[in-house]
């Protein structure tokens, strides 16, 4: 649909997210850092994610799986970019012409790329969290041998906590590295990377901090937020005192109220949660959500300003530890909810 304009937009702080990637650049104790863009950019839009990071130097950079390189096939010139789920049967034909390389995570994929003188690729070890990779107690030696790793990783389970599990991770991964002989080698994710230089080794791969989630108290005051959901008024409206609004009729209106209809509800990611406890704000001032969320819409108490009109644009407060906190959602569930009717603008 050219030209059209949707009443629901994304605003996005490309500066944010630079200055995100650079602290944690810093931050890592790495040569390198990467950047996670799965999930579209964790909501963001990956390809808007990819150029901009690129252009500030950015050389690594990691998916889920083939659908979403595909999509970004053609920015991955002079780039490292890396496949986590590896490589199912059904993913071969595209590996093997990709720039892109799998992270191969089962003996399976090591013996299927193998098979297929696949060439470079990167090597997934679990050192503890049992999801995806080959354990670290196998014979990694063995099942290594004939493969060129660029990058040998790991993923921590409990960064964002101080866990026994991460100096035993850390203590597993540097085992591993002396068995298993890589280019480079790569431990810790946005968390991690708070976790001090130990943890950085040649390649650090932040995902939710480049994005304004706070991964750790340590980060909190240096990460910027990228993300502001601003929805279009549909609707003002006067409520009497005694009437109930929205479904279930869930908030019932102690005096006379004036309220805004938004163009936003839970099929936008805006998800129950915030029914009766989001905020959308107008110039530092904070308008409640009232009632529940809807599908597609939302009611907020306008009261506080007089002036807001049918087609203004509110923003919804997206603060991100703040609204994991009111939702019961995770910083990253917020993010990745976000749906696809958004215009996606960057500023
Ligand atoms: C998603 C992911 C990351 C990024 O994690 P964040 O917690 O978002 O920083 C890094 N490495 C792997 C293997 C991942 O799956």
């Known amino acids: ?61 990691f998916v889920s799986n083939w659908g979403e ?31 892109a390389r799998p992270v191969l995570c089962t003996p399976g994929q090591v013996a299927r790329w193998k098979a297929a003188g696949g060439g470079a690729c990167d090597l997934m070890i679990d050192t503890g969290m049992n999801r995806l990779g080959l354990d670290w107690r196998a014979d990694l030696g063995e099942l290594a041998a004939g493969l060129e790793i660029v990058t040998l990783l790991s993923h921590l389970a409990s960064a ?30 946005s968390a991690g990377i708070c ?30 937020q990228v993300v502001q959901p601003q929805a279009q008024i549909l609707q003002r409206r006067s409520v009497i005192a005694g009437d109930t609004i929205g ?32 905020t959308a704000l107008v110039d530092g001032v904070r308008l409640p959500v009232l009632g529940r969320v809807s599908m597609d819409l939302l009611a907020v108490d306008v009261g506080a300003r007089p002036d807001v009109a049918e087609s203004d644009w509110l923003t919804i407060d997206y603060a991100l530890p703040a609204a994991a906190q009111a939702s019961g959602l995770s910083q990253y569930e917020l993010l990745t909810g976000l749906g696809k009717r958004f215009d996606r603008v960057w500023a």
């Open 160 to 189: 964002d906590e101080d866990s026994e599990l991460n100096p035993m991770q850390l203590a597993r991964f540097r085992q591993v590295r002396a068995v298993v002989s890589a280019q480079r080698y790569s431990l810790a994710n």
């Open 195 to 224: 976790m001090g230089p130990d943890y950085g080794f040649d390649l650090t791969r932040p995902g939710i901090a480049l994005y304004g989630g706070v991964p750790h108290r340590d980060a909190a005051g240096h990460l910027r």
């Open 1 to 61: 649909m050219t030209g059209y304009i949707a009443p629901l937009r994304l605003r996005l702080d490309g500066d944010a997210l630079l200055s995100n990637w650079r602290w944690l650049a810093r931050q890592g104790g790495a040569p390198a850092c990467g950047a996670a863009i799965k999930a579209d950019g964790y909501g963001l839009g990956a390809a808007g994610v990819m150029q901009l990071l690129k252009q500030a130097g950015c050389r690594d950079f």
């Open 247 to 278: 479904y279930n009729a869930t908030h019932r209106a102690e005096r006379d109220m004036e309220i805004a209809i938004l163009n936003i509800g839970y099929a936008d990611g805006y998800l129950r949660g915030f029914s009766g406890r989001g």
């Open 69 to 99: 390189a595909a999509a970004l096939e053609a920015q991955m010139d002079g780039v490292n970019f890396a496949v986590l789920h590896g490589v199912r049967d059904e993913d071969m034909a595209q590996a093997l012409a990709s720039r």
